[in-house]
């Protein structure tokens, strides 16, 4: 059930009408499993900062910024 949640988050991102910045709030764990998923194993072992966002909670009011590319392939 999550992980549809998170792939439909990725479609409504990719497909939205614009090209301004999109923002996303969401409770801490659902960002963690957002950045769990964008990132794959190879890069939670490489980065300090995605292995911290995989597995700490952001603190309230924290930000995030995170730069999709959708024209690699997944």
């Given at each position: 059930m999550l992980s549809h949640r998170i792939?439909?988050?990725f479609s409504q991102i990719r497909y939205c009408e614009g090209n301004g910045p999109v923002i996303v709030v969401g409770h801490s764990f659902y960002i963690r499993q957002v950045i769990r998923k964008l990132s794959g194993s190879?890069?939670?072992?490489?980065?300090?900062?995605?292995?911290?966002?995989?597995?700490?909670?952001?603190?309230?009011?924290?930000?995030?910024?995170c730069e999709m590319d959708f024209t690699q392939p997944a």
């Open positions: 792939d439909e988050l190879e890069l939670l072992r490489r980065s300090v900062v995605a292995e911290r966002l995989s597995k700490h909670k952001v603190g309230n009011a924290g930000l995030l910024h």
